[in-house]
């Protein structure tokens, strides 16, 4: 089970970390991503840190001001976005992939959170 919190009101130049809590005692053995989907758009892929830690893959528009980190002590995950712009307005959702590289599809995932929602204001 994947809970994903830290959304919230921001403005543009703003920052925001999302978390996302995982249950169970694998957490260190999964691949995990962050998507988000914008109103009347579909979900997209934002970033992805593989199960072994170290390694990540951004999405073009966020590389440079986003950066994904995970805490396998805590089993957590974490999206810390900078710079942030009224074109991130969306719902971001973590997931999670058993092993593996680090696919940016979302049916690789298996695993979903209940999103929460980022809204940047101009």
């Known amino acids: 089970q994947l809970q994903a919190s830290g959304g919230g009101l921001v403005q543009a130049g703003g920052s925001l970390r999302l978390s996302c809590a995982a249950s169970g005692r694998t957490f260190s053995s999964y691949t995990m991503a962050w998507f988000r989907q914008a109103p009347g758009k579909e979900r997209e892929f934002v970033a992805a840190v593989m199960w072994t830690g170290g390694v990540t893959n951004y999405a073009d528009d966020v590389k440079g001001r986003f950066t994904i980190s995970r805490d396998n002590a805590k089993n957590t995950v974490y999206l810390q976005m900078n710079n942030l712009k009224p074109d991130d307005t969306a719902v971001y959702y973590c997931?999670?992939?058993?092993?593996?590289?680090?696919?940016?599809?979302?049916?690789?995932?298996?695993?979903w959170g209940q999103g929460t929602l980022v809204t940047v204001s101009s």
């Open positions: 997931a999670a992939k058993y092993r593996g590289l680090l696919p940016s599809t979302q049916g690789a995932y298996n695993y």
